[in-house]
């Protein structure tokens, strides 16, 4: 006997709504029709743009396009790494996980989120 249900079970009744569906949208192939659509939208009004341009942009109506700044990063920077020497005791202790990189094991116990890999020559470079 199967246990016993609580709740009770409700015929799902569809209910459907009398529509007429839409008319259907032809389009010709010589017919520009997004052209016609928005140029009389409020949104090609040039004047419109150029001032809020200048409400929000400071005063300044002049349209530039605008740039990636990751075409212009070159990769270096003014910083030097720190490495240490090997005659020095080191702050951590290289531990390899099971990810296959290593990581920097502090004295306190807690590890630096940066991932390396060792070279052949026995030194680590950070993983990029």
Known sequence: MPPFWPFKRTKKNEE???????APIVYRKDQDVH??????SMERDEN??????????GGDTSVVAST?????????????????????ELD?????HTDGYHYKKLK?????????TKNADG???EYA
């Open 16 to 22: 459907s709504l009398d529509e007429t569906p839409p």
């Open 123 to 125: 030194t680590y470079s």
């Open 68 to 88: 990636n700044v990751a075409d212009e990063y070159d990769g270096i920077t003014n910083e030097t790494p720190e490495v240490p020497s090997q005659g020095d």
């Open 92 to 96: 951590f202790e290289w531990v390899h």
């Open 35 to 40: 052209t016609e659509k928005h140029s009389t």
């Open 108 to 116: 306190d116990g807690q590890f630096e989120p940066i991932a390396y």
């Open 48 to 57: 419109a743009y150029k001032d809020a341009l200048a409400l929000f942009g």
